[in-house]
């Protein structure tokens, strides 16, 4: 049973920063890319990091370029997030995946919630 569990969310201002965990199992995790995605309140959930299995590439949406970075460890089968220079924008449920052929097609975790606010 594939199964995706985030944590690492909380609060934070402004510019300031949290780091996102995500432990996954039940799938070949060392040859999946892997990715994090953003659910926005009463917005659609939008891919914002993915990194493939050698960790040697990496990708970001727009949003997140220069203050994002992804990372993950094939030892441990975990994925991170650590998000600097936090912006309001960067609030909601953050999620893991594992993509396949470029898409998301595995249930989704119960994600991490982050607020961004003064």
């Known amino acids: 049973q594939v199964q995706f569990v985030e944590s690492g969310g909380g609060s934070a201002q402004p510019g300031g920063s949290l780091r996102l965990s995500c432990a996954a199992s039940?799938?070949?995790?060392?040859?999946?890319?892997m990715a994090w995605y953003r659910q926005a309140p009463g917005k659609e959930r939008e891919l914002v990091a993915t990194?493939?299995?050698?960790?040697?590439?990496?990708n970001y949406a727009d949003s997140a370029k220069g203050r994002f970075t992804i990372s993950r460890d094939n030892y441990k089968n975990t994925v991170s997030l650590q998000m600097n220079t936090l912006k309001p924008d960067d609030t909601g449920v953050y999620f893991c995946?594992?993509?396949?052929?470029?898409?998301?097609?595995?249930?989704w975790g119960q994600g991490t919630h982050d607020t961004v606010s003064s």
């Open positions: 990194v493939t299995k050698t960790d040697g590439k990496r």
């Open positions: 039940g799938f070949s995790f060392s040859i999946s890319v």
């Open positions: 995946s594992a993509l396949v052929l470029g898409s998301a097609i595995y249930s």
